[in-house]
């Protein structure tokens, strides 16, 4: 063998045109683990290390050698080589071996990579476009089904259930499932109807059933507010037994069970099983508990639109003897008592409040922006009808009744304490409403309970009374403003246009809107409130 052959960087063999091996390079010695006096005069076909192909003694079949390029896995020396016969000139035949391994694995590693890449792509895709058709959902149960036809229904994932919690009992009941597992809804139903069991948090953070007793995945995520994920569904002697067979005939390995929260208050949860062992990873888990977040705003807000049109409610009276409240802490400062008359959730943390005062402002305001967790604090209008807005971040018992879906109807605030009253939905916990506004302040007493009937109002009535409080002048300044599309956005009609069709100035008509609209507002958000001589002007 020429020496530059020898020094070459990849294995070089020489053989003649039968196979009979003449001389290697130490390369080729390393990279098919021999040596050069053990393959010397040997046939190659039986000194190369043996493939499942076979490729390298087919080159070498019919007594004359062949030109040939091939990759193959060699698994005595558990190597992927890269081989190229040559024939040159009279019976010199040239081998050249080349170690693909190491860019084998690199290979498989950006494949996995893709693969992976694949699925989180289509996994956010399947969320966002589910995200959008539950925010347009018109009931608990359409919420419910949209989860589990997009996830239960495809081949990312082969089970999906949606349980909602049934506040009053503290159990789950089963909105909607979808997907190919045919016993394993009817082993969730058993399971739930007698698992009252609340899961206990191990000290690695992992949850177990308490008194040592099984309880699903989803129960657990809805008890302890966090997202459970079973990895090996076979193995996890903390599911009921019944289920864990199911799964296991099914070939569902893995779970992951996301609470459907929104504020701190989960109101279900979302249960989807894998083919896969530990199928889950962090991207899907991050896409999915967003979905769950969406779809617990999406539930919340339609339990609140429940309570906007319930022939019934849930009164509840509460007494809360914290100093640190922070309204209560403004009227002892102050000397002065404040009344909420109306709060707006602003985010999950936040809520803007609306306080009026028994008619002392001297401090209030100072001692609000002051607080901790107070901002935005200003007077809306000052003298003999003081009103105050200020913005509460933070585990306040105003917060914490929004965050329920419970609507706070009046709060005053005295020197030590403040009585809150709140209309909750009537299915609603009113013990652990209780309880969470007792976690957030200290001293929560229930004064009262009651179930109260509301008035109902037609349609028509609302209209008729609406229209005795307009003036002709607003009411026509509003029906012109509304038909030029004036209200629409963008405008269509400017105000100096709509002004010109009723020949009157542009201030003069903004006047006699602003006035409509009030009272517009006025009758929507408090048609209980009376009417002052003022408002017919």
Known sequence: MDDPLRQAPIGVIETTADGRVEALNETAATTLETTEEAMRGSDIRESFPQSAAGELPAAFEGGAPTARSFEEYYPRIDRWIAVDVTVGEGDRVLVYVR????????????????????????????????????????????????????????????????????????????????????????????????????????????????????TLPGRAAVSTGATRHVRAIAEDETIPRPVRRAAFGEGLQSCLAVPLAHQGTVYGVVSVYSGREDGFDEHERAALETLGSVAGFAI?????????????????????????????????AADCELSLEGAVPRDETAVVCYLGTDGTTDGVKSTLAAS????????????????LQATVEGETPVGTLVAWGATVETAEYTANS????????????????????????????????????????????????????????????????????????????????????????????????????????????????????????
């Open 99 to 214: 170690d693909r391994t190491p860019a084998r694995a690199t290979e498989r590693r950006v494949d996995r990579l893709e693969q992976r890449l694949e699925r989180v792509q289509r996994i956010g895709s399947l969320v966002s476009a589910v995200v959008q058709q539950v925010i347009g959902a018109s009931s608990r149960v359409d919420v419910g089904r949209t989860v589990c036809e997009h996830l239960g229904g495809t081949d990312l994932y082969r089970f999906a259930w949606v349980g909602e919690r049934d506040f009053p009992a503290d159990r789950l009941r089963v909105l909607a499932s979808a997907g190919g597992a045919s016993d394993l809804p009817g082993r969730i139903d058993d399971a739930l109807a007698g698992d009252a069991s609340a899961p206990a948090e191990t000290a690695d953070g992992g949850e177990v059933a308490a008194d040592g007793e099984t």
């Open 418 to 537: 403040a009585r809150i009253v709140a209309e909750a939905p009537p299915d609603a916990d009113v013990r652990r409403l209780v309880e969470a506004v007792d976690d957030a302040v200290a001293d929560t007493t229930l004064v009262s309970k009651a179930e109260r009937t509301r008035d109902a109002e037609s349609v028509e009535a609302f209209r008729d009374d609406l229209d005795e409080r307009l003036t002709d002048r607003q009411r026509t300044v509003l029906r012109t403003a509304h038909l030029s599309e004036y209200f629409t956005s963008p405008r269509e009609s400017t105000s100096a246009e709509v002004a010109e069709t009723l020949d009157i100035a542009g201030s003069t008509l903004l006047y006699h809107l602003r006035r409509a609209q009030r009272k517009l507002v006025d009758a929507y958000f408090e048609p209980e409130q009376g009417r002052s001589p003022a408002d017919d002007n």
């Open 300 to 332: 919340r807000a339609i339990r609140r639109e429940d309570l906007l049109v319930a022939d019934t409610v849930t009164e509840v009276t509460l007494d809360v003897d914290d100093e640190t409240i922070p309204f209560v802490r403004a009227t002892r």
């Open 372 to 387: 901790e967790g107070v901002s935005d604090v200003r007077w809306i209008r000052s003298g003999d009808d003081p009103l």
